[in-house]
T-cell receptor
């Protein structure tokens, strides 16, 4: 069973607030990912990391930023939340081996009022 | 430009019958394909994958078929069970799974008891 955790699960905040979505995994995976998903839509990759101190932007432009100071931790930060940031944010990880099975966390559903 | 397409947003199947979910892709560089299952308020769960060197992969009630010439894959679930009701995402990757995943928009499967 995958051990990847996201907090908070649900967050409702006002416009202009700074927020950090937490993601941690205990599997020692090098590769970690953040996806954004709106209802009925595909998962869009917004950030990824292939190891400590490595971060890259994904296919979908995002105003969020990420950091990877420790292997197990990959937080996502929004400096000033806006209603357009309302979405579900999913974190995933995988080992560096040949199998590309990504393990997903439960997600954070963010609502910005 | 959507590179992975799931043209059926929803599908209803009688319990015990076969469920067939379809997925088409346009990028000829894709050579590794995965199916994920997602329940509401949870992250996607990996189901089954297939490499382009194969045309079929089976795991219990789940079988994935790949038709490279048609750039088409399908997931067969037999027999379908009520617990299979969920959204199913098709995903694709290049370099035999070492590149980022590109997801389809998902198909909502409902199993009718």
């Amino acid at each position: 069973e995958a051990d990847i955790y996201q907090t908070p699960r649900y967050l409702v905040i006002g416009t202009g607030k700074k927020i950090t979505l937490e993601c941690s995994q205990t599997m020692g995976h090098d590769k970690m990912y953040w996806y954004q998903q709106d209802p009925g839509m595909e998962l869009h990759l917004i950030h990824y990391s292939y190891g400590v101190n490595s971060t890259e932007k994904g296919d979908l432009s995002s105003e969020s930023t990420v950091s990877r100071i420790r292997t197990e931790h990959f937080p996502l930060t929004l400096e000033s939340a806006r209603p357009s940031h309302t979405s579900q944010y999913l974190c995933a990880s995988r080992s560096g081996g040949a199998v590309n099975e990504q393990f997903f966390g439960p997600g954070t559903r963010l609502t910005v009022l | 430009d959507q590179q992975v397409k799931q043209n059926s947003p929803s599908l209803s199947v009688q319990e015990g019958r076969i469920s067939i979910l379809n997925c088409d892709y346009t990028n000829s560089m894709f050579d590794y394909f995965l199916w994920y299952k997602k329940y509401p308020a949870e992250g996607p769960t990996f189901l089954i994958s297939i490499s382009s060197i194969k045309d079929k992969n089976e795991d219990g009630r789940f079988t994935v078929f790949l038709n490279k010439s048609a750039k088409h894959l399908s997931l067969h679930i037999v027999p379908s069970q009520p617990g299979d009701s969920a959204v199913y995402f098709c995903a694709a990757s290049a370099n035999f799974g070492n590149e980022k995943l590109t997801f389809g928009t998902g198909t909502r499967l409902t199993i009718i008891p």
